[in-house]
């Protein structure tokens, strides 16, 4: 079975400060990709990033990266130069190539303080 | 930019009632996916649905759930008879392909209370 852990169900951190946010995952599929999103008070899911099984370098998109440990099963979010608009909770999800369904965590509100 | 729609925004509507969600997806994706998420909890699956059947669903997709693709742009989550735990945010989902690195892309869901 597959399962996301999210441990912090919420953190702060200072405007213009980096943040980690942890996620941990469980599955027995070689193969499988690992997102994060992030979901704003008015509801909407957004698309952070995406990290692959077999990426050998850990994914970047602007000031997200994702620090990727194979071994351990982790797959942590860092936003690096937090901004006010950073403030949401965060999802992680996974998606494996035996069967079709995402599987989220439980989310983790982070909230920035100017 | 392609994005996914859903109709409504948000629905009210009283226990024992029918409920259809709808969902445009976007338009060369191929699969789709209905979850929900209760008021402050986890993103929870309910279905996938490919090449017009269910590939996959939930325990909590029981009988009182359906869905169906009408016309082949529509999505479409019916309740049959609405009970108040189905107060929930839905949201819509769909990816271009079956691939793990296939991006979800997420409707601004329906928002539907159950009095």
């Known amino acids: 079975a597959q399962k996301i852990t999210q441990t912090q169900p919420g953190m702060f951190v200072q405007e213009k400060e980096a943040v980690t946010l942890d996620c941990t995952y469980d599955?027995?599929?070689?193969?499988?990709?690992l997102f994060w999103y992030k979901q704003p008070s008015s509801g909407e899911m957004i698309f952070l990033i995406y990290q692959g099984s077999y990426d050998e370098q850990n994914a970047t998109e602007g000031r997200y990266s994702l620090n990727f440990q194979k071994a351990r099963k982790s797959a942590n979010l860092v936003i690096s130069a937090s901004q006010l608009g950073d403030s949401a909770m965060y999802f992680c999800?996974?998606?494996?190539?035996?069967?079709?369904?995402?599987?989220f965590g439980t989310g983790t509100s982070l909230t920035v303080i100017p | 930019e392609p994005e996914v729609t859903q109709t409504p925004s948000h629905q009210v509507t009283q226990m024992g009632q029918e409920v259809i969600l709808r969902c445009v997806p976007i338009?060369?994706?191929?699969?789709f996916y209905w979850y929900r998420q209760i008021l402050g909890q986890k993103v929870e699956f309910l279905v996938s649905f490919y090449n017009n059947e269910i590939s996959e669903k939930s325990e909590i997709f029981d009988d009182q759930f359906s869905v169906e693709r009408p016309d082949g742009s529509n999505f479409t989550l019916k309740i049959r008879s609405t009970k108040l735990e189905d107060s929930a945010m839905y949201f819509c989902?769909?990816?271009?392909?079956?691939?793990?690195?296939?991006?979800?892309?997420f409707g601004p869901g329906t928002r539907l209370t159950v009095l």
């Open positions: 599955t027995s599929d070689q193969s499988y990709g």
């Open positions: 338009s060369n994706h191929l699969y």
């Open positions: 999800a996974m998606r494996s190539n035996t069967g079709n369904q995402f599987y």
């Open positions: 989902a769909s990816t271009v392909g079956g691939q793990t690195y296939n991006e979800q892309f």
